[in-house]
């Protein structure tokens, strides 16, 4: 089997991931001493790597938040001073999903609050089960 | 989601959609009480945070004080069954009391109140 037949083989037992970096994986094998349980390990744990990320992104498009990209990093606390910044930095821990507790965001602004909750809503993505954010 | 859950009614899909919404490990529902709501969103909300109470968690939020609720969803009995649960075990963080919004509007009107300062020479 040739490295095209390889690559089309794998694909078609969807193992993209590996596909995606046999090559480079064959090269780096011959370049640099590796025995063959070190190559196939590395496959092994380049497709896990690409799954887990792939069910990542789809948790996170299924979620539908607003502005995935922007995190608490960026948030500005001191434009509202008395919001309680050690409790959103809690919640942003994800810990009150595990406990199963309930949180409860008042007020007008819905930027901070929709920052916030996405924040654990992030992390609830790479948990087992999906997040849901409806409106 | 409200919206939604009524018309699942009317089709018959309510118990599959329902289902989704108590079984998720996390449920935000967000910018409640931003627009006018059906008849049964008391109801509804009221199961699905029963459904969810120390099963699962809820993420809530909400522009308007816990004191409005009960007028806004119309069932104020609902409303205080459904904040026992929900403070039982809940954070409550309070948002405000500025909004971002005006911040992001205030920055370009103080760029331009800068501008237009006149220059002293």
Known sequence: MNLIELDRALRQL??????????????????????????????????????????????????????PQKSLDSFDFTFNKKMNRSLVFDLATGAFIAKHEDALFLGPSSRASHRTCCHPARLSCVVPGDSHLAR | ????????????????????????????????????????????LLEIVMRRYERASTLLTFNRPVEDWGKLLGDSAAVTAMLDRLLHHGHVLKCGPRSWR??????????DGLRAWPVLH
């Open chain 2, 102 to 111: 005006t911040k992001t509007e205030m920055l370009p009107q103080a760029r």
């Open chain 1, 14 to 67: 969807r193992l993209g991931g590996m596909a995606a970096v046999i090559e480079t994986r064959l090269h780096q094998a011959q370049a640099e001493p590796m025995t063959p349980i070190d190559l196939i390990s590395c496959l092994v744990s380049d497709e896990l790597t690409r799954r887990s990320q792939r069910l990542l992104q789809r948790r996170q498009k299924q979620a539908q938040f607003r502005d």
């Open chain 2, 1 to 44: 989601m409200l919206d939604e859950l009524a018309e699942t009614t009317i089709d018959g899909t309510r118990k599959e959609h329902m289902d989704l919404l108590v079984s998720v490990p996390l449920l935000i529902i967000d910018d409640l009480g931003m627009r006018k709501l059906p008849m049964t969103s008391a109801e509804d």
